[in-house]
């Protein structure tokens, strides 16, 4: 219970914001903010004295949204290399001949076998065109468990060079790296929230395609109602979500037949055991249980969505206890300082000629 004690103090600094963005950004904060719950006290870019030096809480909430607000850039290069980021359409995988247990878990080993397994099975996938694809992304899977990856392995390497800087007593260093840690686990944490929507992992994203023999809707309304929607109408929030957090416990990362990064492993389970939601979240919507408009048994799927919304949560703050707990101090950096001395690079923060003197 230490745990959510803290956490409850450290939430009273996180400041209300504007909503936007997807699950919505209502949910999207949510989950950051269970995730912060769930740390232990001694996690080192939350400790209440440091609080104010990054202003961790409230950063790492407001980031939860901000890859949201990379989509609305009006440039195709930008929209192509980030869109793809935010799912994972497992289907495809398997039109393409592939399976989440065969994909590489480097992304552009796995770019060459979507591309060949395309290529080899062709009648599996709608012709494109062109015209509404300006960003050329439509004939992409999607890529969520390796952005969620990549942003750990991010954050792992950082955690590894503050516990040197940390051991050297590199107070400027450590706080520098404390602030970029905040910013990977804020702007990660959209992605892991992301995967915790059941249809940011399926083809049938935003109503069902193809065959739909138990009369599943096909409103192209279903992805934004579920992402905020019946979170507004139902009034679901952070206050009645707290009680039921639990402290975050260190993912075991085992190794695989084939030595697949052990990481990759665990996202992709995130993502399949979400996969594996889409067709009882489509059965509540054909039920009714996601109306929200006090009709019978319109209420009855926030069970459902409080669930997401809490599994989210946890796994965002096992991936950052992770990184954390599982960090080898840097082995370089810890030798370049050895042989300096113990000299560091940075100048104290305010110093004159540190960054934050510089014009």
């Avoid at 890859?67 to 289907?91: C, G, K, M, Q």
């Avoid at 408009?293 to 069970?303: L, T």
Wanted: glycine share 10%; charged share 20%; hydrophobic share 40%.
């Amino acid at each position: 219970m230490k745990t959510l004690s803290f956490c409850r103090l450290a939430l009273w600094f996180l400041l209300p914001v504007a909503a936007v963005g997807a699950w919505d950004f209502e949910g999207h904060r949510i989950i950051n903010q269970l995730a912060l719950a769930a740390l232990p006290e001694d996690f080192p870019v939350l400790l209440p004295s440091r609080m104010s030096e990054t202003g961790a809480g409230e950063r790492i909430v407001w980031l939860s949204g901000e890859a949201d607000r990379w989509r609305s850039a009006t440039e195709p290069p930008t929209r192509h290399i980030n869109s793809p980021d935010h799912f994972l359409d497992l289907e495809e995988l398997g039109f393409a001949g592939l399976t989440p247990a065969a994909v590489s878990a480097f992304r552009y080993e796995f770019v060459g076998q979507y591309i060949r397994g395309r290529a080899a099975n062709p009648e599996r996938f709608p012709a494109i065109d062109p015209k509404k694809d300006p960003d050329h992304t439509r004939a992409w899977s999607g890529f969520l468990p390796w952005a969620i990856t990549e942003y750990f392995g991010k954050l792992h390497a950082n955690f590894g060079r503050l516990k040197v800087y940390e051991e050297f007593g590199f107070s400027a260093d450590a706080a520098q790296t404390r602030a970029s840690i905040v910013e990977l686990m804020g702007t990660m944490g959209h992605f892991v929230g992301d995967g915790t929507q059941p249809l940011h992992t399926t083809l049938h994203y935003n109503g069902w395609v193809g065959d739909n023999p138990h009369g599943y809707t096909t409103a192209r309304t279903i992805h934004q109602w579920i992402d905020g929607g019946f979170i507004r109408a139902a009034g679901i929030n952070l206050d009645d979500l707290l009680p039921r957090v639990r402290p975050a416990q260190v993912i075991p990362l085992a190794s695989t037949p084939g030595g697949r990064d052990p990481f990759f492993n665990s996202a992709m389970d995130y993502l399949q055991m979400q996969n594996a939601l889409v067709e009882p979240l489509y059965l509540l919507e054909k039920e009714g249980k996601l109306k929200a408009d006090g009709s019978p048994h319109s209420f009855e799927g926030r069970s459902f969505i409080e669930g997401q919304l809490l599994t989210g949560g946890e796994m965002l703050a096992r991936i950052w206890v992770t990184a954390w707990r599982t960090a080898v101090p840097d082995a370089y950096l810890r030798e370049e300082l050895q042989q300096k001395g113990g000299f560091s690079d940075a100048k104290p923060l305010g110093a004159p000629g540190s960054p934050a003197q510089l014009p």
